[in-house]
């Protein structure tokens, strides 16, 4: 049964809720960011819409379920919480109130405070006639809600009653009979469950809030100023009218209260709300008490009424408007009524549903204990930041699965300042890595003029030389060419270059035939350069060098015209030079051979003589003649 609604857009991930919903029906799992409604374990309090600023949960809202009976063609009658007076200051006479309940199209308004006369008289009756067992009042849907989920063994302890808003309803319906569609206006979002709890023969049909008939005046239009003054409908209310009052319905037929006689206790407010029921559990025999439990501080203050309401403003007001009535009040009429309609069923039991969840492992929860940073020994304490009573109640929650240790504030704040001493230390390593870019940067800028100078100084230069001169990528596109180079490939070159200035992008294969181009593949390829290739191109041959700039990546080449004047000239020097280094080089080697080949015959002469000389050393002289002289 579905009552609280949670709009994901306008959920800012506080988790506020999870930590104000008193039986952690709001949770949220690991993996998952939003908060999740376990709408089976919610008892309808109201805590969450509290405490949620964006307004991302809002309780289920029945307006246009109760247009469309108004608009059936079928009698519906309005039963009124008599906390009215407490939540309608605004409007100047409840005979007002009622004339703009009929304007919104109701058959018939009765006051719920008469159905409350009915159930304080079976409460007389079962508390005083006391047989051994002691009881909780089951007037609080949200009471029980929260037993029959979470305390299911006590359900037989519920005072087995109905709500004065299931008696009223049962009496409007015996007396105008079918058919009759019935409709509860009052300060409570958890009667909204209550009609859904009846499998048959369900009394109500629609349950809405103050807040719900407020919005419904607004959208109608519908203000007290227009209209004259109702009454409402028969049975009127004696009493009753201080049900909105936690203990009012006793003393409405004068329960004992006091602390020396009495045997009942009045328990109000989220703060006790929890721990009356485990001490009535726990301590029964010792309190030996009826507990009569709200969830709210009474009626008056419930999740259905208007925010900021005022307490003690609200009870004095429930007070004054129970006077007023009580002034001009028919008691014989009365009693006649409640003898009329005491026949009306008003016993009911409380079937148990537990939604209580099995407790986890202990390794498991200390594992938890010790990812928040608590042991055993302090997990009975907790700061309550995080919803739960301790650091053991958390860890619980998260070893069920309907937590993450995110929620822990320490957890948080261990982790914020470990965070911050890494962003601490992050920063600081940004800040020196920002100084070394601007440094790196203003370096980068500089580098970058110089080379955008000498670009241009390069530039310049090659569009200065008198030579052609071209620069290619490995895909033979031109990435540089200057003037004289555009000149050597001829008009369409020069028309092309009037569009993309300097030929830059533009294919050499389309520019140059084969056999020209080619050499620059080779070079490419090969990484070897080429010096004073004779090319011929149309009828023009031209002397080409190509050299490796990038290897296998970016090559240049120089092109001269051979048959341009000043080309034909260098060239016609530099190939004589050529030829005359080239006879010096032969002369000298012929020099070299000779003067080896002469030195060789000194040689052989020079032991071809020694060798004569020798033998004629070795020979007899003749004897000298006279003449010979």
């Known amino acids: 049964m579905q009552v609280i609604d949670l709009n994901k857009d306008k959920c800012k991930l506080c988790y506020a809720c999870v930590r104000a919903c008193p039986v952690k029906a709001i949770v949220v799992r690991v993996n998952e960011e939003f908060p999740t409604i376990l709408h089976n374990r919610c008892i309808g309090c109201g805590d969450c819409l509290h405490v949620c600023s964006p307004e991302a949960l809002s309780f289920r809202n029945d307006t246009e379920k109760t247009r469309n009976l108004l608009q059936s063609g079928i009698p519906v009658a309005a039963i009124v919480a008599p906390s009215i007076a407490g939540e309608f200051p605004d409007i100047s006479d409840y005979r007002k109130f009622v004339s703009m309940l009929r304007a919104l199209g109701f058959a018939y308004v009765n006051e719920v405070s008469f159905g409350a006369d009915l159930v304080a008289l079976q409460y007389k009756n079962l508390l005083e006639d006391f047989r051994g067992k002691y009881y ?105 009218s201080l049900f909105p009052i936690s203990n009012g319905l006793l003393q409405a037929v004068n329960l004992d209260e006091h602390l020396l006689t009495g045997a009942i206790t009045t328990v109000e407010g989220k703060e006790n709300f929890m721990d009356s029921v485990r001490q009535f559990k726990k301590y029964t025999d010792q309190i030996k008490r009826h507990f009569n439990i709200f969830y709210c501080h009474g009626c008056l203050m419930g999740p259905g009424t208007s925010p900021k309401g005022e307490k003690y403003l609200r009870r004095s007001l429930t007070v004054d408007y129970a006077n007023k009535r009580l002034k001009d009040f028919d008691k014989e009429t009365w009693e006649n009524q409640i003898i009329k309609f005491q026949d009306v069923a008003q016993e009911r039991s409380f079937k148990p549903d537990d939604q209580r969840l099995p407790m986890p492992p202990s390794e498991k929860i200390e594992e938890v204990l010790k990812v928040i940073g608590k042991t055993e020994s302090n997990a009975h304490l907790g700061c309550g930041a995080c919803g739960f009573e301790s650091c053991n109640d958390f860890a619980v929650a998260v070893a069920r699965g309907l937590a993450k240790p995110e929620m822990c504030l320490t957890y948080n704040l261990r982790n914020q300042n470990e965070y911050i001493r890494t962003l601490k230390a992050t920063n600081e390593k940004l800040a020196k890595t920002e100084a070394a870019l601007k440094e790196s940067e203003r370096i980068a800028r500089r580098e970058q003029a110089l080379a955008k100078e000498a670009n241009e100084v390069v530039t310049t230069m090659l569009q200065k030389l008198s030579a052609g001169v071209v620069i290619v990528d490995e895909n033979l596109k031109i990435i540089q060419a200057n003037k004289r180079f555009i000149d050597t490939l001829g008009e369409d070159a020069r028309m092309i270059d009037e569009v993309i200035p300097g030929l830059v992008g533009a294919d050499l294969k389309t520019l140059l035939p084969y056999n020209f181009y080619n050499l620059f593949s080779y070079v490419l390829k090969n990484n070897d350069d080429i010096t004073n290739k004779d090319v011929k191109m149309n009828e023009n041959v031209l002397n080409v060098s190509i050299f490796i700039i990038r290897p296998g990546k970016i090559v240049g080449a120089v092109v001269r015209d051979l048959q341009m004047p000043e080309v034909r000239r260098e060239q016609i020097i530099s190939r004589i030079n050529e030829a005359i280094n080239e006879n010096l080089e032969m002369v000298q080697k012929i020099g070299f051979l000779l003067g080896e080949g002469a030195s060789r015959t000194e040689r052989m002469l020079n032991s071809i003589i020694q060798a004569w000389q020798s033998d004629t050393e070795k020979k007899p002289q003749r004897p000298k003649l006279e003449d010979e002289d």
């Open 136 to 240: 909780i009042t089951s007037l609080c849907p949200t009471l029980t809600a929260y037993i029959r989920y979470f305390h299911p063994e006590l359900c037989d302890n519920l005072a087995p009653i109905e709500t004065p808003m299931i008696a009223t309803a049962r009496v409007v319906r015996k007396k105008y009979g079918k058919p009759l569609k019935v409709v509860y206006i009052g300060p409570c979002i958890s009667a909204k469950h209550e009609p859904e709890l009846f499998e048959d023969d369900n009394p109500v049909d629609v349950v809405i809030t103050f807040r719900e008939l407020r919005q419904m005046f607004s959208e109608s239009g519908i203000t007290e100023q227009p209209l004259e003054y109702s009454e409402f409908d028969d049975p009127i209310g004696h009493l009753g």
